[in-house]
């Protein structure tokens, strides 16, 4: 084996097993709850600001007629 293959392979472990810890570690705390809670939301206030930006438009009533 090259010898600069062997320090990627290490470098692509090492960087492996770093990215795999932050990830278990954010699993762990509760932070994807968190990130989908805050991202429902900022949708939520933004399909309310459109539809109140839209208006009335595109909206009929429609009244019983009177015999």
């Known amino acids: 084996m090259n ?11 090492i960087g492996g097993s770093i990215g795999a810890s932050m990830e278990l570690f954010m699993y762990y705390t509760g932070f994807y ?8 939301q ?3 206030e ?3 600001a459109s539809r109140d ?9 429609i ?4 015999p």
């Open 3 to 13: 010898p600069n293959t062997r320090w990627y392979l290490k470098l692509a472990i």
């Open 33 to 40: 709850d968190k990130v989908v809670t805050l991202e429902a």
């Open 42 to 44: 900022q949708r939520l």
């Open 46 to 48: 933004a399909l309310q």
């Open 53 to 61: 930006s839209e208006g009335n438009i595109g909206q009929t009533t």
């Open 63 to 66: 009244s019983p007629k009177t």
